[in-house]
């Protein structure tokens, strides 16, 4: 049971730690050298990691979708889609797309004269399934070295860790105020029903032992 219960908690972490890391923010530092449009199947797989910003989007089969090309200072290429995420989820409320996609064109540099910018995004990049993070910003820095902090996340996280433990309170006040009294109760009769048990199987024995001791006819 034990075993059972640990795995059920790292499953749910590994749940939670997931849909975290796909929501958040996260910020790379690239040169960007190109920008496209392609058409892309969605097919029933990938359907959730790509965008739904209208209502008629999320029902068709394949729709024109833009990129940005980038290179990260190790080498390291990364591509990222352009789309609006609309009212839905994540909540990013991204509706200028077409915006971001003059900025990374305007944005591009050659390996000779590089010029860096960190890239907002969320989202995982997966070759075998076709999938691409979003991105929803981009801002020039100094250097591919730039120190970047997350005041996003931290802040998001940081709410995230209060509201949990807030919730752990309301728990431990709710359980300390309810349940266990009445788990007390529960152990308090059971021990006088116990009790009861005992004292009839006490007196059931003296009959039973009354009976022995008697003299057969």
């Not at 990222?80 to 609309?86: I, L, P, Q, S, V």
């Not at 431990?172 to 009769?189: G, K, N, S, V």
Request: glycine letters at 6%; hydrophobic letters at 40%; proline letters at 5%.
């Amino acid at each position: 049971m034990r075993y059972v219960k640990w795995t059920f908690r790292l499953l749910v972490a590994i749940i939670v730690f997931s849909f975290l890391h796909y929501t958040l923010p996260q910020r790379d530092i690239v040169r960007i050298v190109n920008t496209y449009e392609e058409r892309q199947d969605l097919n029933d797989w990938t359907r959730l990691f790509w965008s739904v910003p209208d209502d008629q989007s999320g029902t068709l089969s394949n729709r024109d979708v833009q990129f940005i090309q980038a290179v990260k200072s190790n080498g390291k290429t990364m591509v990222y889609r352009n789309e609006d995420t609309g009212w839905g989820w994540p909540p990013y409320f991204k509706f200028d797309t077409a915006n971001l996609y003059t900025e990374a064109n305007d944005a591009k540099s050659t390996k000779d004269a590089p010029e860096w910018y960190a890239i907002t995004h969320y989202g995982w990049r997966n070759e075998f399934l076709s999938i691409f993070p979003n991105a929803v910003g981009l801002r020039p820095v100094d250097s591919p070295d730039a120190r970047l902090v997350p005041w996003t996340n931290i802040i998001i996280l940081g709410g995230l860790a209060l509201f949990i433990l807030f919730l752990w309170r309301l728990w431990a006040q709710f359980r300390e105020r309810t349940i266990d009294p009445l788990l007390e109760d529960a152990e308090d009769t059971w021990d006088a029903v116990d009790e009861r048990a005992s004292k009839a199987r006490g007196r059931f024995r003296g009959w039973l032992d009354s009976w022995r001791g008697k003299p057969r006819k």
